[in-house]
């Protein structure tokens, strides 16, 4: 396992994708599989800085990496409003480009992308886990 802490702000968003590089590349992830882990986890943490509100940013972001047999996970843990992933709703996909408006569908690049996903509010935390077959 690799952990890593980050601030909830923009400029730390390339710095983690830097150490997800780092940790699936010394684990052999397959390249493809580190691709979707990389963006589910920017979709995760400009989320959490563009909508965790205050409470995000006085305490630390918790990243960490687990290799199994089956999958190669990630658990973002965050002091941001309490928001479940899992069970929210996602945006229609527009019929057209007359429909389509920026943003909104990081839930569904996320819930697309990972094999795996499990959300829970814990001693005050948001505890995000995604996770891709490999």
Request: proline fraction near 6%.
């Amino acid at each position: 396992m690799a952990t890593l802490a980050i601030n909830a702000d923009r400029s730390e968003v390339r710095a983690a994708a830097d150490w997800l590089h780092e940790v699936t590349h010394q684990h052999e992830v397959p390249q493809n599989k580190a691709i979707a882990l990389d963006q589910c986890l920017d979709e995760v943490l400009m989320n959490i800085v563009m909508h965790g509100g205050t409470s995000a940013t006085n305490s630390p972001v918790h990243l960490s990496f687990e290799l199994t047999q089956k999958e190669a996970a990630i658990t973002v843990s965050d002091s941001g409003k309490p928001f479940d992933p899992v069970n929210a709703p996602t945006k229609p996909r527009p019929m057209s480009l007359d429909e389509a408006e920026p943003g909104g569908l990081g839930l569904s690049i996320i819930k697309g992308l990972s094999n795996h996903l499990n959300y829970e509010f814990k001693d005050g935390r948001n505890v995000l886990t995604f996770a891709v077959a490999i």
